[in-house]
C-alpha cells in the first residue's frame, strides 16, 4: 500500500487543522511527496492560504501559510486595526474569490461580509470568517480556532485555542483541549482535558509551570481532566458537549496531602474547599495550583474575617499561598498579643483598686491588696 501511495506526488489537506504528528508521518513515509496544508471556506472559493510542509514539526500544528494570488488576509481586533505578532485576532479575507454574499438571506450577509477599509475600490468587501488566528515571525499564519469557542473567563477574553496549542506542545501530552465551565452562572473557568503520550503523566504544578512560562495568568486552567482518549464526532471531530465535568477532589499534586490539626487551619480549608468546589484540600496544597486565583482571594479574605474576626489583606494572601502558612500566620498574632493582653489587664486591675482606696482611705481591703500584688 505504501509504495503504491508514494507514487501520489502532490497531496492536499484541508477542512480541518492539520496536527503536527500527521504530518511528521506524512514526511517520514512519503519522502519524495509534496503536502500542502490548506484553509478556506465556500464563501471565499474553497481557498484562501496555502503551506507546504518541507521537514518535520516540532510545533503542535501546522501553519495554513499565506494567502494565494488575488487574496488578501487580514487579522485584526475588535476596532478592525491589525494585530502584531503573535497576537490573536479575527480572520477576515477579501479579493477575488469573494462571494457576493448569501442568497435570500440579506441579514446574515450584511452581519459578515462588511465594507473593506483597506480596499482602494469602492464598494469592496471583507468576510469575517469566524476563525481566529495569528502571525508566525516568518510571516506564515497559524489557525487557533473558531471565534464561538472564545470564553470571557474573570472579564477576560480568552481563545481556548491558544491553550490547547499550549498544552499540545508539552513532551508528555498527545493531545488536549481546552473549555470552559459555568459560563452560564457567571463563575466560567477553564478545564484542560488532556491525554496523555505514556502512563507517565506530568502532574498539575508541573502543567501549571508550563503554561505560565507562555501565558497570563487568567489563561491558566483551574482544573485539568486526563482522559484515555477525546471523544469525537462521526465526522472525526472533537465532541465537546460529552468531555465530563472535572471531579470535585483534589487533583494529583506533587506535594503529600496532610489534613488540617488546628481549629484555624480547619476554617480556612473549609472555606477554600467552598470557594474552589474541591474536597479533600491538603493544607500544604498551593491554592494557585487548586485553580485559585486574584479573584477568588478576595472571596476567601471575605469569609476569614467573617469566620474568624481577623482581617488578612490580599497581598498577604498571596505570601502565604497555603492553608498551613496562612494560618500559622493568622494564629501568631493571636500568640504574640496573648501576653500583652493580660499584662494591660493587670494593669487595668491594680489602677482600680488604688482608685477605690484612695476613695475609701482604708488599707484593709483584701481583694485590693491582692490586686495591687
Given amino acids: 500500500m505504501q509504495t503504491r501511495l508514494a507514487q501520489i506526488k502532490l497531496w492536499v489537506t484541508s477542512g480541518e487543522a492539520l496536527p503536527a504528528e500527521v504530518c511528521n508521518r506524512f514526511v517520514e513515509r512519503l519522502p519524495g511527496s509534496r503536502l500542502l496544508n490548506l484553509y478556506g471556506s465556500s464563501e471565499v472559493a474553497a481557498d484562501v492560504t496555502g503551506y507546504e510542509v518541507t521537514e518535520k514539526r516540532s510545533q503542535a500544528t501546522v ?14 481586533d475588535d476596532y478592525y486595526a491589525p494585530v502584531p ?7 477576515y479575507v477579501a479579493g477575488d474569490g469573494l462571494a457576493r454574499g448569501y442568497l435570500g438571506m440579506p441579514e446574515l450577509t450584511a452581519q459578515l461580509f462588511t465594507p473593506d477599509p483597506f480596499a482602494i475600490r469602492p464598494g469592496a468587501r471583507l468576510f469575517k470568517t469566524g476563525d481566529t488566528a495569528r502571525y508566525l515571525p516568518d510571516g506564515d499564519i497559524e489557525f487557533l480556532g473558531r471565534r464561538d469557542q472564545q ?9 481556548v485555542g491558544e491553550i490547547e496549542y499550549a498544552l499540545n506542545n508539552h513532551p508528555d501530552i498527545k493531545q488536549a483541549v481546552v473549555t470552559a ?4 452562572t457567571g463563575d466560567a473557568r477553564l478545564v484542560g482535558y488532556v491525554v496523555a503520550r505514556s502512563e507517565t503523566r506530568p502532574t498539575v504544578a508541573d502543567l501549571r509551570r508550563f503554561l505560565g512560562i507562555k501565558l497570563p495568568d487568567y489563561m491558566l486552567p483551574a482544573a485539568f481532566v486526563w482522559l484515555d482518549s477525546l471523544p469525537l464526532t462521526s465526522s472525526g471531530k472533537v465532541y465537546r458537549r460529552a468531555l465530563p465535568d472535572p471531579e470535585k477532589i483534589r487533583p494529583e499534586l506533587e506535594v503529600e496531602h496532610l489534613a488540617p490539626q488546628t481549629e484555624m487551619e480547619q476554617i480556612i480549608t473549609s472555606i477554600w474547599q467552598q470557594i474552589l468546589q474541591l474536597e479533600g484540600i491538603g493544607i500544604e496544597d498551593s491554592i494557585f495550583d487548586l485553580g485559585g486565583h486574584s479573584l477568588l482571594l478576595g472571596q476567601a479574605q471575605y469569609q476569614i474575617l467573617e469566620r474568624t474576626g481577623k482581617e488578612v489583606t490580599l497581598i498577604e494572601m498571596f505570601q502565604y499561598s497555603t492553608i498551613k502558612s496562612l494560618a500559622a500566620f493568622l494564629s501568631r498574632g493571636e500568640k504574640e498579643d496573648a501576653p500583652a493582653a493580660k499584662a494591660q489587664a493587670r494593669a487595668d486591675k491594680q489602677r482600680q483598686a488604688l482608685n477605690r ?3 475609701t482611705g482604708s488599707t484593709k481591703n483584701k481583694d485590693d491588696h491582692q490586686e495591687l500584688l
Fill in 151 to 159: 470564553v470571557k473567563v474573570r472579564g477576560f477574553r480568552v481563545e
Fill in 181 to 184: 465551565k459555568g459560563e452560564r
Fill in 85 to 91: 505578532v503573535g497576537v490573536a485576532g479575527d480572520l
Fill in 63 to 76: 501553519p495554513v501559510g499565506r494567502p494565494i494570488a488575488n487574496t488578501r488576509v487580514y487579522l485584526l
Fill in 357 to 359: 482606696r484612695r476613695r
